[in-house]
């Protein structure tokens, strides 16, 4: 069973994520920002990451940079779940070492459609 590590500052978006992906088999530890993301990522050794790209203090594209600099969680594959819909944003993202882009609102069809080929490249 793979563990997925879902990063959302909105508890309600985080609730959402989290059922759909506990729905679906995965294992889900979850973090409010940033840092705690780090920490858990880690921590726990997800084999994925879900994470908004709009949060406070650290934003989701920080994050990806962090991660990707750390060689314990440089080979994580990121999904970036977010509102930002413009095709610069996801470029942008993909820059930042996110494999998927998913954009709000999303369908649970969609998302672990999505988590699923992160996994699997």
Known sequence: MSK?????DT????EL?????RQSGYTVIVATDGKEALNKAVEYQPDAIVTDLVMPGMSGLELCRRLKDNPETKKLPIVACTS?????DRLWAMKQG???YV???????????AVKYGLNQ
């Open 4 to 8: 997925v590590l879902v990063v959302e």
């Open 11 to 14: 508890l309600s978006e985080l």
């Open 17 to 21: 994520i989290s059922s759909y992906l």
């Open 84 to 88: 930002k819909n413009k095709e610069l």
């Open 98 to 100: 996110v494999k998927v």
């Open 103 to 113: 954009t709000k609102p999303f369908t649970k069809d969609e998302l672990i459609s």
